[in-house]
């Protein structure tokens, strides 16, 4: 059975605290994304990656960075964590199809709180 | 450039009633389209996609048609019930050439259904 294994399930940390999300994949995906959902925003990318080592920023990387160093492993880093980054996290992976039709599979999502 | 828009919810709707949720797209070339379905307390998990213009996409008595002359891919039920209840989200992936697998997602529809 296809799994996206996220580290934490919820998680609270302080202000300037550096905090690691980590998500694992055992799917031989290629792409690999972060996202956060808020209410009444959706999904928004935060980061993805198409292979070891490599990066794309998505469309609210401020604040975050991205570590990609095993195919099957994707980690999102806040540095300095701030209150408004209190969401839910949703790692996601994808093979590379080659005609954009491919299947994003997610995790069952981080919650973290910063105090 | 790409973006989806999806009915705003939240819908609560009585057992065996019909379920619409409407979603339009903007997108360059030639996207697939997609619902999601995010379950309490769960990531999000594909319900059905469509690939190319007319296609049908079904699952679990849901459908939805792509419809490229009025950019739509909107969600149906006949006959929904209570299990249903959780948040979909219409997205899209880009051009068929992208190897990346970006989807683009909505902001989500909150259904809630009564018995």
């Known amino acids: 059975d296809v799994k996206v294994t996220q580290s934490s399930r919820y998680l609270v940390k302080r202000t300037g605290e550096k905090v690691f999300l980590e998500c694992v994949q055992d799917m031989d995906h290629e792409n690999m994304f972060w996202y956060r959902q808020d209410p009444g925003l959706g999904l928004r990318l935060i980061y993805f990656?198409?292979?070891?080592?490599?990066?794309e920023k998505g469309d609210i990387p401020e604040g975050y960075s991205v570590s990609r160093e095993k195919k099957e492993r994707f980690s999102l880093i806040l540095e300095s964590a701030s209150t408004n980054q209190t969401s839910m996290y949703l790692c996601?992976?994808?093979?590379?199809?080659?005609?954009?039709?491919?299947?994003?599979?997610f995790g069952e999502g981080s919650r973290l709180t910063v105090l | 450039g790409n973006s989806v828009t999806q009915m705003e919810g939240p819908v609560t709707l009585s057992e065996e009633a019909f379920l619409t949720i409407n979603c339009t797209y903007t997108?360059?070339?030639?996207?697939?389209l997609f619902w999601y379905v995010q379950y309490p307390g769960e990531g999000l998990q594909l319900l059905l996609k469509a690939t190319k213009a007319d296609d049908k996409g079904s699952n679990k008595g849901f459908e939805a048609t792509y419809r490229k002359e009025t950019t739509s891919f909107h969600l149906e039920k006949g006959s929904v019930q209570v299990s249903d209840s959780a948040v979909y989200f219409c997205?899209?992936?880009?051009?068929?050439?992208?190897?990346?697998?970006?989807?683009?997602f909505g902001r989500g529809t909150q259904l809630t259904v009564w018995p």
């Open positions: 996601a992976s994808s093979l590379r199809t080659g005609g954009g039709t491919g299947e994003l599979f």
């Open positions: 997205a899209l992936s880009e051009d068929r050439g992208s190897t990346l697998g970006r989807l683009y």
């Open positions: 990656s198409y292979d070891v080592k490599m990066k």
């Open positions: 997108a360059t070339g030639y996207p697939s």
